[in-house]
């Protein structure tokens, strides 16, 4: 039985279970694919750039399970519909969606044009519909339970200067997790999300620090309070147990991994109770 269906057949309960992994070709996309391979799981990754997509179906293959990739936009509802109906003739479909596919950049919102907000929103809300929705679509007609586990950013709900667009976008996919979980409930799909804070990605060093990595660490230590920036390998471990049967009882959640980032840095006293 695969992990989704309830009797875990292997120690994570997720040996057996075919994953599909949007964004799967880089950061917390292919660690994620890794790490469900890693347990045991059949893995699917989907994306816009068949070269990186290649790379992780190989490094997938390496350990041992089966591996396959759908080359497609997001926001295009037709191709992702082509590679859902395709993932279901080779593969039987999958029984757990990761949605991690999605992008952003740093811009004031004063100087953000509409094209940008709107560029932004469509493929962080509007590609994680249709790809949730395409999926429910094929579970509930096989009539499996299925998991879906949606990527955001703690950003959310603590917003960043020069973020608005994206806050808002990924502030729609945690309501959207809601929705979608109280309406497919009864046909056994949970729908959850998790929110990393800051995490050391090649993607956040090219898009938002100008290809300095150096800076990730200075930023991490002023505004996480654990002092650090989390890896992709830690976001792929929750995001594997969220969709393991361990959290078959939890739906409509989103969960914070940001070493407390969104606590705030707090009021700092000194040692003789006064305000720092």
Known sequence: MTAVGGAPSGASGLEGARVLVTGGGTGIGRATALRFASLGAHVAVLGRTR?????SVEAIRRIGVEATLCVADIRDQDAVARAFAGLNETWGGAEILINNAGGQFPKLAID?????????????????????????ASAIARQIPARIVNI???????????????????????????????EWAEHRITVNAVAPGMIDTSGLVEAELDGDASIIGR???????????????????MIAFMASPSCAYMTG????????????????????GKYA
């Open 51 to 55: 070269e990186t997509l290649e790379e």
């Open 219 to 237: 930023i991490a230590a002023a505004s996480v309070p654990l002092g650090r920036a989390g890896t992709p390998e830690e976001v792929a471990a």
């Open 253 to 272: 959640e989103t969960i914070l991994l940001d070493g407390g980032y969104a606590l705030g840095p707090g009021i700092h006293i000194d040692r003789d």
């Open 152 to 182: 955001v950013t703690a950003a959310a709900i603590r917003p960043s200067k020069g973020l608005a667009h994206t806050v808002s976008a990924r502030a729609g996919v945690i309501a959207l997790t809601r929705a979608l979980a109280l």
């Open 112 to 136: 953000l044009s509409i094209n940008a907000w709107r560029s932004v929103v469509d493929l962080n809300l509007t590609g994680t519909f249709i790809c949730s929705q395409a999926f429910a």
